[in-house]
């Protein structure tokens, strides 16, 4: 498994990362949480050494598993988790069903006491804004609040996560440009590169890393999903549009030339090595629910890099919509 760092930054981690917020949860299919504990038990063994969560998922359930199966192993991995929602109030019947945020300095600080009591430890690698509007970028009071906890040592850095739709432009690229963090985390991959482009281009000036969510597009890079695919009641994919799987399904016919047998690539490892292939990018963190996933996930660390050719070829159909007519929303 080779490592990257996040931009100026000490911090050293995995390229492949474990995205862990759908175990124990029924969020992305149904995930229990001793089939986590195993999950998170090969992850190590697999070489991956990045484990992103949030205080936010499951009300904490999430990084107690995650402090459970990876306290023993503190000292050779990297945790990140993020803050910022009142975990105590019920979700908002709008802002896609999010719940309140403060981002004033005793809150931050009693949230990361928190985390640090469930994930049993003593600092956080990584301490994300999670899903931070332009009040909270604009904030002094909580970035001064996160360099006094990194002065004490409980946290390493601290960056944005950016969300929870693929978006949020202007906030991404204010705190790059604005605040000294070390990273940004969007939603970033081969069909959906937008505004991560942008991100990439302010962080390589500033010194920050990019962080890459959802980079199979919410399971159409594993290619295993067809027309007559239906998402149950707790997935979260059955939000999406139907012209997401329908556009999805035909762009994905495009870029077969990534994968295959003559390139030693999965439609997923290919669009893991896409996304690596991009300078500024530190860290890819996908959705792992199983283990076929896993090992194929982490199985990208050891395939062929994208040549200059297959990256040329898809830059030039991203530009053209992938030669795919837009289908309706109606």
């Not at 802002?95 to 990361?112: H, K, N, T």
């Not at 430890?121 to 904030?139: C, F, K, M, W």
């Not at 739709?165 to 985390?185: D, F, K, N, P, Y």
């Not at 399904?249 to 870029?255: A, H, N, S, W």
């Amino acid at each position: 498994m080779r490592t990257r760092r996040f931009g100026d930054t000490d911090l050293e981690v995995s390229e492949i990362g474990f995205g862990t917020w759908a175990l124990g949860s029924t969020w992305w299919g149904d995930v229990s949480e001793s089939s986590g504990e195993r999950l998170l038990g090969e992850a190590l063994e697999l070489g991956v050494t990045f484990f992103e969560t949030g205080d936010a998922y499951r009300q904490g359930a999430n990084e107690e598993l995650v402090g459970r199966v990876l306290a023993p192993h503190r000292d050779a991995i990297q945790i990140s988790t993020k803050f910022g929602y009142v975990l105590s109030d019920s979700r908002q019947e709008h802002s896609e069903g999010e719940r309140p945020q403060r981002w004033d300095g005793p809150f931050i600080r009693a949230a990361l006491e928190q985390s640090l009591r469930r994930l049993r430890t003593d600092r956080v690698d990584l301490y994300q804004l999670h899903n931070p509007r332009g009040e909270a970028i604009d904030s002094d009071e909580c970035f001064a609040i996160l360099e006094e906890l990194r002065t004490e040592g409980k946290i390493r850095h601290y960056g944005v996560a950016l969300g929870p739709a693929i978006g949020w432009r202007e906030e991404g690229l204010r705190a790059i440009r604005t605040r000294e963090i070390a990273s940004v985390q969007t939603v970033y991959n081969l069909l959906e590169q937008d505004p991560g482009r942008d991100f990439m281009a302010a962080a390589a000036e500033e010194g920050v890393g990019v962080m890459a969510r959802v980079p199979t597009s919410s399971g159409l890079l594993d290619d295993n999903l067809t027309l007559e695919t239906t998402f149950g009641p707790g997935d979260h994919r059955r939000h999406r549009p139907r012209e997401w799987l329908v556009d999805g399904l035909q762009k994905i016919d495009r870029i077969r030339f990534l994968c295959g047998p003559q390139t030693g690539r999965t439609m997923a490892q290919a669009a893991l090595r896409f996304i690596l292939a991009q300078p500024q990018m530190t860290v890819v963190i996908p959705t792992i629910t199983n283990q076929t996933e896993l090992r194929e996930y982490a199985g990208a660390a050891d395939v062929p890099d994208l040549t200059e050719d297959e990256l040329s070829r898809v830059a030039e159909l991203y530009r053209g919509n992938f030669n795919v007519e837009p289908v309706s929303a109606t």
